[in-house]
């Protein structure tokens, strides 16, 4: 297979996967623009308000060439921090799930900030609701619910019914002639401010009334390429066994990529100086840090982290021949080059302790006949072997983490080069407005999950699968394919063991059916290995890479 270039964490990367070179963002040959991200994208500045990130609509400052953090000397850094208005995570909008993996069916079980939400869809009110997935009458989860006949959330345990609003409309077992006790306020469940915004749904974790609004003074950050028709944006959603810190700060590393994802993706760099992998000096400088988030300048790109779940990066690109132009170069580009335009954009969800989601998009303004032609499930494929390729060694990583304490970070990690300037501002972030890691609140006390067996841990079907509607199809597609190959090999040999005259009876036709089983046959054992591989469970050895 046709090596196939990529981009990720503002690195240009490659990976071998599908034959064509022109593929989506996480598995495709791309160009760069020469451009200033910052100053020419269409995401629209961030300002401080009230110590929130507000979306405005100018163009973005310029900003100082000069870091703001030496990764050598973090540990002087956190030393001389002082006292920081602490970050509350629970009053900040989260993304959900991508609205095209929604079921409106069903309802659908969620956590995020560790708190167990059940999303379904209300035709009454024509939006998804989100609601805490407890019944009030005895707790039963109501994802395990249905939807009824009238369009209301049911708990099927004993079949109270609730409308948009949370009002329980219906209790069977309260008589008809008796109090209306369905009108209480402990018969209501607890409904979660959410909005839908970029194709992805959005929860306020608070079920507070004072936040019933909130969607009116406060909005998730907003990513017009997302909402823009002349952009592709297809997105993916997975559920990681390790923490929103260590899944964030990998995101952040570009200097890990051609190692802990050697066979799938390199960096493009002929120098002989280099190892086998293809590693360079990255540099990296964070420009601005404050309790919304920071923007960081790299060689390829810029950066920014908006918090607490938004990273992005805009690699600079390259005309059609490949040769590589830098931000701030004087020399103007041609406009087609200009207008070529690509993002990645990783929206990190923090789950609960060793728990993580990510949704990943790379809107990009060409090539988008190919999205139109090759199924979504077929990037997923590539985009979780890469998820796979260090996720056990991520979730080893976080263990060694939280036996040093996270307030030691610091002091047990050793973060020379520039390479790391994203992680150390993003621990520098984390250290100053969060005590070096989430506040749960009550809910836990940061106890991490033991570790599974590794089939178990990376297994791609209950973190992938289930939550993604084109791979769900897929799926189901290629088990109905595998079924049916080795039946239409058998009745091939029954016809030829069947039939003794006509044209079926000549030996070229019956060889070639005969042949036609044997391939069904092969067919059929190649296809449940791949369902295997690609649906289930593909182990990643490095060693043997």
């Known amino acids: 297979m046709r090596t196939l270039e990529v981009l990720s964490s503002s690195a240009l990367i490659q990976t071998r996967f599908h034959k064509s070179s022109n593929h989506n963002p996480i598995c495709s040959s791309l160009p760069f623009f020469n451009a200033n991200p910052l100053m020419n994208s269409s995401f629209q500045k961030i300002s401080v308000n009230k110590s929130r990130f507000k979306i405005s609509s100018t163009s973005s400052p310029s900003i100082s060439s000069e870091p703001i953090i030496n990764p050598s000397s973090l540990e002087n850094e956190f030393q001389e921090e002082g006292e920081e208005e ?32 059940v999303v379904w869809w209300d035709r009454n009110e024509d939006k998804w609701q989100v609601f805490d997935d407890s019944c009030p009458h005895r707790l039963a989860p109501l994802s395990e619910g249905r939807i009824d006949q009238w369009g209301r959330l049911q708990c099927v345990y004993h079949g109270w019914c609730f409308d948009g609003a949370g009002d329980c409309k219906f209790i069977p077992q309260a008589p008809i002639d008796g109090p209306p ?56 959603n997975r559920e990681i066994p390790y923490g929103y810190e260590v899944l964030i700060e990998n995101l952040m590393d570009p200097a890990h990529v051609p190692y802990a994802h050697y066979g799938i993706m390199r960096i493009p760099n002929k120098s002989s100086k280099l190892d086998r992998e293809g590693g360079t000096p990255i540099e990296i400088n964070v ?46 580009a041609p406009e087609a080059v200009k207008k070529r335009q690509m993002l990645l954009i990783f929206l990190c969800i923090p789950v609960g302790p060793g728990r993580s989601r990510v ?94 067996p590794k089939e178990q841990l990376m297994d ?86």
């Not at 969620?110 to 708190?115: D, I, N």
């Not at 994203?422 to 070096?436: D, E, H, I, N, T």
């Open 287 to 332: 420009q601005r840090l404050d309790k919304t988030g920071f923007l960081a300048k790299q060689d390829r790109g810029h950066n920014k982290f908006i918090a607490p779940c938004v990273f992005y990066s805009y690699p600079n690109m390259t005309s059609g021949s490949g040769s590589q132009s830098s931000v701030g170069s004087e020399k103007a």
């Open 181 to 236: 006790v369905n009108i209480f306020k402990k018969a209501c469940a607890r409904v979660y401010p959410s909005l839908e915004q970029n194709g992805l749904l959005w929860f306020w974790p608070n079920t507070d009334p004072q936040y019933k609004h909130i969607a009116t003074k406060e909005k998730p950050p907003y990513i017009p390429e997302l909402d823009d028709p002349s952009f592709s944006s297809l997105m993916g």
């Open 359 to 452: 949704i990943w998009t790379f809107p990009r303004n060409f090539g988008q006949w190919l999205d139109k032609i090759i199924p979504r499930w077929v990037f997923h494929v590539g985009q979780n072997l890469i998820l796979d390729s260090d996720l056990y060694l991520l979730h080893l990583e976080e263990h060694k983490l939280m036996d040093v304490g996270y307030t030691n970070w610091q002091k047990a990690c050793f973060v020379p080069t520039k390479s790391d300037g994203l992680v150390v501002a993003f621990r520098k972030w984390l250290r100053k407005y969060s005590g070096g890691q989430i506040d749960w609140g009550t809910k836990f006390k940061g106890i991490l999950p033991p570790t599974p």
């Open 460 to 545: 791609r079907y209950w973190s992938h699968v289930v939550n993604c509607s084109s791979c769900r199809v897929a799926l189901k597609g290629l088990r109905i394919l595998e079924v049916a190959l080795p039946i239409v090999a058998v009745v091939a040999i029954g016809i030829v063991a069947a039939v003794k005259q006509g044209f079926l009876a000549s030996m070229a036709v019956r060889i070639s059916i005969v042949t036609l089983a044997v391939l069904c046959f092969a067919a059929s054992k190649w296809l449940s290995h791949f369902i295997y591989k690609n649906f289930y469970f593909h182990d990643y050895n490095h060693a043997l890479r």
């Open 86 to 117: 602490k970050f509350d995570w629970f009053s900040h909008w989260y993304p959900v799930i991508p609205l095209c993996d929604l079921d409106k069916r069903v309802p659908h079980a969620k956590r995020v900030m560790g708190l167990d939400i």
